[in-house]
């Protein structure tokens, strides 16, 4: 077949979905964008389990139209408490430089969703329309009771092989997500061969080869974006970087002030911040962290917390050179917009 | 603005330009694409000057419609010889395996256009419809004597830096060049840092920000491909790997086999075969030239010289394993079709 199956119609009037990015998508701006017609997100890989909730549950109070809850599905981390030590030791002058000791330990901040059972039972408790997996995909069985919850299931494929994953284990649809794409490439396994495809190969080959819906993610920042990858046989877009700007996603001053800066086009996909390939924008944390070749990166997300504790002790010396400011590799053309408006524009756009 | 210009119609009745493909490209592969109502090219940068004149008399011979000949713009090889020492050595397992010692010196096997005058005279006294540059651009007065000859000009971009030097020098149209294209990358200064754009992002970069055509080159393989490529604001798209298996084109057994396997799902970028960026399917060569992570791939065309000894003589033998098979991501989805039939697919499949 040459063009994919499109998504239900009650999910979302206009093939534009808002990425999930933990952190930064918050209740308000995936509500925004499902009342404009689009598919808004929340991460919730990075939140308590309360916190979780609590976010499902402003959402709704803020939207009667569906929006998609994202976890991550990452193997839980293989700890190295030696590679550890000497990363900390090869980021010991940036901590230096912001007036803090190193830590003293690290943690494995984020908790995988592949054995999180009380955020298993919260989903199916409180029933969001759409559930999406990134990392990976938890056991075949949650993913059916997920299913006959009335749940519609997305996962993200960097890959045809990942793709194959995903279509057998009985997901909905596909997140092709190509390398131009920012923030934590979903890539199952950080640790294998990237063949590392653009957002448009991904797209044509999985539409090609596969009868589920599939949603082109990375590097669409307008609406011509959008029919493009309509054209290539995408069900919809996915964007994230175009939404950050947005007044109601929850991106600090400095993140914005990078965005907005001739900076948003030099970004790097770069393991050191957090443990797995990611896409942000060029800073001296990664500079400075890229130099240290020999040093394989510690694994995901225990090099997170590295990460964020040198860039809170940073912040508070108005430093934002150490922050994980991610992006993608159309980061110049994000427009501070309010997100029900931005998505107006996409709509027009998509029509020149 | 949102679009960009089109290109003249006297040029291509489709918007299909058949990739350069110096060693692929044939006359007869340029010709069949023209007389498709695409635009063919010939590259000449690879060969000596009668045969560049013979080739494009040839073309003529077959066509009335336009054509493109394309020239390697690069700056003229550094040659170091311990370095080459040094990396003759690496690959000397390689020279032994087939038979061979190594060689005795080695050649910088193509001259650049930039220097080469009597290949400036070849041109405007044979004048090609179109003429494209790769690699870099020729200085503004030769660029001002080809148009004033009523050549049109193309130049290749991988950067909106590139593409803003090609549109001060006066070139008429700029090919945009997306990391996921085969063969050999046009940047301009292959040891500057490289931002990997993809073809999309690159694409409408430029066509926001530049009054030139721009050409879309990486990753389309079909019909698709193209009007996504349309879509995003260029006004053709230039398509490479798909023509390989044309049997117009010069490609051997050996690289239609590969590129007909599953061996073309595995590209890699790199400088080790050429001494410049480029994108093939990997092979025996590429693993073990990668492997010399402490030397430094000589300067191009000279590194040429060595892959292209070896191939020789490793190809008496039967053996593939350390040929330059360039190929863009897209690979997977070439098609062995007579160019005629494909540009009428391509066109057919544009409507879809």
Redesign the interface.
Known sequence: M??STPLPARLLIHPIIQALMAGVATPALAAAVSNAGGLGSLGIGASSLPEARQMIEQTRALTARPFNVNVLCHQPALRDAKRETAWLEHLKPLFLECGVDLPASLDEIYRSFIDNDEAFEMLLETRPAVVSFHFGLPAAEWIDALRDAGIYTLATATS?EEAGQIQERGIDAIVAQ???AGGHRGIFDPDSVD???????LV??L??NFDLPIIAA?????G??I???L???AAAAQLGTAFILCPESAANQGYRTDLKSERA???RLTSTLSGRPARGIRNRFIDHAELATAIKPIAYPVAYDAAKQLNAAAAKLGNHEFAAHWA???A??ARELPAAQLVATLVR?MS?
């Open positions: 040459s063009n045809l190509g390398i131009e063949e590392q495809l653009s957002t448009s190969v044509r080959l539409a090609r990375g590097g669409i920042m307008d011509q974006g029919s493009a990858a054209k290539l046989g086009a030099v970004t993608g590799q159309g110049p053309m756009e020149v």
